[in-house]
């Protein structure tokens, strides 16, 4: 058996340099040879030339679409992974790219480094037929064929998907049955699955549906991971396993993180609200009573940990889940000191923060 050793190739194209200039910092140490260029021309040579294992390519360029230069890869370098980098949330073109196998993975604008760098680590571990030669198996079993042709009917295009989902719920005997949908590998990138994420929940709330979140094998919550690659997504209406609504406070800077808690936290049926610093949330829970507070620790004019010590001096009772990219930085004992009965690590779990919820 030979193990392959060869030091693999990354190149990022982006036509902003200071763009380029950050990502050559993040990437700096990391064990691969990594290429940077603002010429489209310069990748398609790189590719016919070199044994390129992995780019990354900003989507809105001048000269060329990130979508329309990794199609024009796909022909010269189909190994090659293709990772689109983008602050737009231009749903149709990158979904119909990844729905034709142009686009592999998408990072988007502003991005965390831990989970960028993650993620291309996860990209280029070497798959085991790629380590170790041997003589072929023997053809996949029946079973195996109706999976893979299984997989291939799920990937669709995000709009198709969209609008069966809106047909179903308009007819109400489909919703008072229960709606059912899985998503089972349906896009191959966790920052696209967040995007269709939002646009189903805001869908199914639009048209008055409740729904919880359960995996394929009936349990409660599905696990969401930013950084993580293909999962299955059920939506399902079962109004029986609702939980008594609950007062949510959400104290997060991100928008885009608060959108998320937000749809997901109300298509489980409690009420959420958000608010961006700790001095809005120390204000807001003088003026109302919540049930939960889900804290980010990291916050712009202070500690989001200060929240939770308010909320202990003022003998408030009410439950804080701290949640941050980096919880190394704070030590347990601190943390406890503060009142905060749970810590969670972004990238945001979906399981985890329902399960949080319902524990609370």
């Given at each position: ?13 982006d ?7 950050a ?10 040879e ?22 990354i390519?900003?989507q809105r360029?001048p000269r060329?679409l990130?979508t329309?230069l990794f199609?024009?890869v796909?022909?010269?370098s189909?190994?090659t992974v ?6 737009h949330a231009?749903?149709s ?13 998408l990072i ?5 480094d831990?989970?960028?760098?993650k ?5 280029l ?7 170790i030669?041997?003589?072929?198996g ?7 064929q109706?999976s ?5 009917c ?7 998907v969209?609008?069966d989902l809106?047909t ?6 489909a919703?008072?049955s229960?709606?059912?949908?899985i ?6 990138v966790?920052g ?10 805001k ?10 979140l359960?995996?394929?094998s ?5 696990f ?14 079962n ?6 609504p609950k007062?949510i ?9 608060i959108?998320f808690l937000?749809t997901?936290?109300?298509s489980a049926?409690?009420h ?8 809005e949330?120390i204000?807001?829970?003088s ?10 620790l ?18 408030l ?6 949640i941050?990219?980096n919880?190394?930085r704070?030590?347990?004992d601190r943390?406890?000191r ?5 810590q969670l690590?972004?990238p945001?779990r979906v399981r985890?923060i ?5 524990d609370?």
């Amino acid at each position: 058996m030979a193990v392959m050793t060869e030091t693999r190739v990354v190149v990022c194209i982006d036509d902003d340099p200071p763009v380029l200039s950050a990502i050559r910092r993040l990437l700096r140490n990391e064990p691969y040879e990594l290429l940077t260029t603002e010429d489209p021309d310069e990748v398609l040579r790189l590719v016919t030339a070199r044994d390129v294992a992995l780019i990354i390519a900003d989507q809105r360029m001048p000269r060329m679409l990130g979508t329309e230069l990794f199609r024009a890869v796909r022909q010269k370098s189909p190994q090659t992974v293709c990772v689109i980098l983008t602050g737009h949330a231009d749903l149709s073109d990158i979904a119909g790219a990844m729905n034709d196998g142009a686009v592999d993975r998408l990072i988007r604008k502003p991005w965390d480094d831990a989970d960028f760098r993650k993620m291309i680590r996860q990209l280029l571990e070497p798959k085991k037929e790629d380590e170790i030669d041997g003589p072929p198996g023997p053809p996949a079993a029946p079973a195996s064929q109706r999976s893979v042709r299984h997989v291939e009917c799920a990937e669709r295009q995000v709009p198709e998907v969209l609008a069966d989902l809106a047909t179903a719920l308009d007819h109400p005997k489909a919703v008072e049955s229960g709606v059912v949908l899985i998503f089972d590998g349906l896009l191959r990138v966790a920052g696209s699955l967040n995007v269709l994420l939002h646009e189903v929940i805001k869908l199914i709330i639009g048209r008055g549906v409740r729904a919880t979140l359960v995996d394929g094998s009936g349990a409660a919550g599905t696990f969401f991971d930013l950084v993580g690659g293909r999962l299955p997504i059920v939506v399902y209406r079962n109004e029986k396993d609702l939980e008594v609504p609950k007062r949510i406070l959400v104290v997060e800077d991100q928008s885009e993180n608060i959108e998320f808690l937000k749809t997901l936290i109300e298509s489980a049926g409690h009420h959420c609200e958000a608010v961006t610093s700790v001095g809005e949330a120390i204000r807001r829970l003088s003026t109302a009573p919540f049930d939960l507070v889900l804290l980010d620790l990291i916050l712009p004019d202070a500690e989001g940990i200060e929240v939770a010590r308010h909320i202990l001096e003022h003998q408030l009772n009410t439950p804080v889940i701290a949640i941050s990219g980096n919880l190394d930085r704070w030590s347990d004992d601190r943390v406890a000191r503060a009142g905060i009965r749970r810590q969670l690590s972004k990238p945001y779990r979906v399981r985890e923060i329902l399960d949080a919820i319902r524990d609370s």
